[in-house]
């Protein structure tokens, strides 16, 4: 296990001690993530990681088998699983964590939002370790720092409130199908809302994905996945 990995994991369970201690109140993580469990403890089958994208109707056009295909076609494209873990005997089932549980989220909402499909792969391949980093930092800003509330008051006296970390890739496309990106990145919800309402003329980059939401809706939903049996072994 890397140094970095060991890192990702020992800031998921800080974050999760502030939690428990009453130190983090976003109105969405209060309601959705008290009884969550460690997150560095998340360990879920194929099937349950179906079971909470389903959940979470991302992709509802998809009937389970045609999603379990479109999964099965990410994880032969080292999302979420890079090629060293994906390296076991054949039967032995491949448990996603935290990070992978989240990617396989992000990923089905970039194919909702009708990012071709090797569009996905490039921009969650680009750079795996940061990504990671910015999963846990979803999670752990989420209502103070960079991810801290903000009111805004339209001039008429309508309130509104947006919070969180929201997940940017300021990705392009050129007319031949060539995309390119500087990398991702977090933007707090001041700079997410100038992002998505900001003008643009001939150029029209990727929208930010709201990660703090995700990634706190994917963690609820898993605590209660139902355990899905495999078939037999060969011999068995």
Same mark, same amino acid.
């Given at each position: 296990?890397? =140094? +970095?990995?060991?890192?990702?994991?020992?800031?998921?369970?800080?974050?999760?001690?502030?939690?428990?201690?009453?130190?983090?109140?976003?109105?969405?993580?209060?309601?959705?993530? @008290?009884?969550?469990?460690?997150?560095?403890?998340?360990?879920?089958?194929?099937?349950?990681?179906?079971?909470?994208?389903?959940?979470?109707?991302?992709?509802?056009?998809?009937?389970?088998?045609?999603?379990?295909?479109? /999964?099965?076609?990410?994880?032969?494209?080292?999302?979420?699983?890079?090629?060293?873990?994906?390296?076991?005997?054949?039967?032995?089932?491949?448990?996603?964590?935290?990070?992978?549980? =989240?990617?396989?989220?992000?990923?089905?909402?970039? =194919?909702?939002?009708?990012?071709?499909?090797?569009? =996905?792969?490039?921009?969650?391949?680009?750079?795996?370790?940061?990504?990671?980093?910015?999963?846990?930092?979803?999670?752990?800003? +989420?209502?103070?720092?960079?991810? @801290?509330?903000? @009111?805004?008051?339209?001039?008429?006296?309508?309130?509104?409130?947006?919070?969180?970390?929201? /997940?940017?890739?300021?990705?392009?496309?050129?007319?031949?199908?060539?995309?390119?990106?500087?990398?991702?990145?977090?933007?707090?919800?001041?700079?997410?809302?100038?992002?998505?309402?900001?003008?643009?003329?001939?150029?029209?980059?990727?929208?930010?994905?709201?990660?703090?939401?995700?990634?706190?809706?994917?963690?609820?939903?898993?605590?209660?996945?139902? +355990?899905?049996?495999?078939?037999?072994?060969?011999?068995?």
């Amino acid at each position: 296990m890397s =140094v +970095v990995w060991k890192c990702y994991r020992c800031a998921a369970q800080i974050w999760y001690i502030f939690v428990c201690y009453g130190v983090v109140y976003g109105n969405f993580l209060d309601a959705n993530m @008290k009884q969550a469990p460690l997150i560095s403890e998340i360990s879920l089958s194929h099937g349950q990681v179906m079971y909470v994208i389903e959940s979470m109707h991302i992709a509802e056009w998809l009937d389970r088998p045609a999603l379990d295909s479109v /999964l099965k076609k990410f994880r032969r494209s080292l999302i979420p699983f890079s090629a060293d873990e994906l390296e076991k005997p054949h039967w032995d089932e491949h448990r996603y964590d935290y990070f992978h549980l =989240v990617e396989c989220v992000v990923a089905m909402k970039m =194919v909702a939002d009708g990012l071709a499909f090797r569009h =996905v792969v490039s921009l969650l391949s680009f750079d795996r370790d940061k990504l990671r980093s910015l999963y846990s930092k979803a999670l752990m800003d +989420v209502s103070f720092g960079e991810g @801290k509330e903000i @009111k805004i008051t339209a001039v008429d006296g309508r309130v509104m409130r947006v919070g969180g970390l929201y /997940l940017d890739f300021i990705a392009t496309i050129s007319k031949d199908g060539v995309l390119s990106t500087p990398g991702p990145c977090l933007l707090g919800p001041w700079e997410a809302l100038n992002r998505y309402m900001g003008e643009y003329v001939g150029l029209h980059p990727s929208m930010p994905i709201r990660l703090s939401q995700l990634a706190a809706e994917a963690v609820r939903i898993a605590q209660s996945a139902p +355990v899905y049996k495999r078939g037999r072994r060969p011999g068995e």
